[in-house]
């Protein structure tokens, strides 16, 4: 994988370079892009402060960013919050509006703000919006309130916003350690880190069987499946065990291994949620049929496997050089778009290089 899709976010501490981003105006803009878990994250075990059960690992994209401005209002009597233009309400806006409490209780400060989120990856359809949301705000906000952050305080403060945005903090394949304990321990212990990748160039094939927003929201299907499944703990145990095997196939570039590792856990995880009371079925027939033709590919030896979130979306890890063929047969399959992602770069600040 090149070097500069595993490089660290821009962090907030070159702000000083950069002061049309910087606290001194209370003004910020970041981008981050979303991740795909090949070892999945799925249950908290503190809703709060939102640390896992299990560690799990990703990979950045290089598509679909989001992009964020946060800028302090001392004059408003309230946070102004827009997604993609529209005044967000409800359950969205209050997010935000935690999350920028958050960041304000860290900074010591109390002004309010205006914060314009803008994506350009289909909302709440399993793509990850939330991941390159929260990364997003965090970087944003925490360089407006003045905030001085490493990326591992980045990547803990984006996990509060939504567990897997603590992974889009960083480019390329990242691990988000679970740690142990509750409190104050169990948040230090529990940010995302950059892992180390040999000789692999990899690409990620998004069959997009489906954009539309998904019927039941990740957070409570997750809290659903913890709460009533009764093969969530064994799904818990064979993912701590897939993360060793995920890291040592990653470390000598064996994308069989790893493309193996990630199906099983997917598969596995949606197992638990097909279990649980009332059952969570994000697969649709569409699904299905991409993954036959995800294996109608390996049986003509083009290596390709496959992976799903909390939607029916279909992702397929696969050697960059068979990005092309594989689109071609995972869009036939499901008769849908299919779109190449590449490993992507962590979140960062608004430079003012950028278009
Ligand atoms: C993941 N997903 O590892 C898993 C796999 C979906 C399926 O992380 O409740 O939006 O905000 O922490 O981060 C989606 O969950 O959930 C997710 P919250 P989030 O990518």
Known sequence: MPADHRSEPVGLRERGHHAATGSTTGAATAFAQPNIALVKYWGKRDERLVLPHSSSLSLTLDIFPTTTTVRLDPAAGTDAVTLGGEPAAGEPR?????????????????????VDTRNTVPTGAGLASSASGFAALAVASAAAYGLDLDATALSRLARR?????????????AVWHAGEGTGAAGDL?????????????????????????????????????VDTSPLYR??????????????????????????????????????????????????????????????????????????MDAGPNVKVLCHRTDAGRVAEVVGAAG?????????????RLWTGDEP
Request: aromatic share 4%.
């Open 189 to 225: 212990a529990s940010y995302a880190e950059p892992v180390p990748v040999s000789g692999l160039d990899p690409a990620l094939v998004i069959a997009l069987v489906d954009a539309g927003p998904k019927a039941v929201s990740s957070r409570a299907a997750m809290r659903r499946t």
């Open 335 to 347: 008769r849908c778009p299919a779109v190449v992602a590449r490993p992507g770069p962590g979140a």
């Open 234 to 307: 064994a799904w818990a145990d064979s993912s701590g065990a897939d993360l060793p095997d995920m890291l040592a196939a990653l470390r000598r570039g064996d994308l069989d291994a790893v493309g193996e590792i990630a199906e099983r856990n997917a598969l596995g995880m949606h197992a638990t949620m097909l279990a649980a009371r009332p059952a969570v079925r994000y697969l649709s027939p569409a699904t299905l049929e991409v993954l036959d033709g995800v294996l109608q590919l390996r049986r003509d030896g083009v290596p390709a496997y496959a992976t």
């Open 161 to 173: 916003g939504s567990g897997s945005a603590a992974r889009s903090i960083l480019g390329g394949f």
């Open 94 to 114: 209050r997010r935000v509006v935690a999350f920028l409490d958050l960041v304000r209780d860290l900074a010591g400060r109390t002004e309010p703000a205006v």
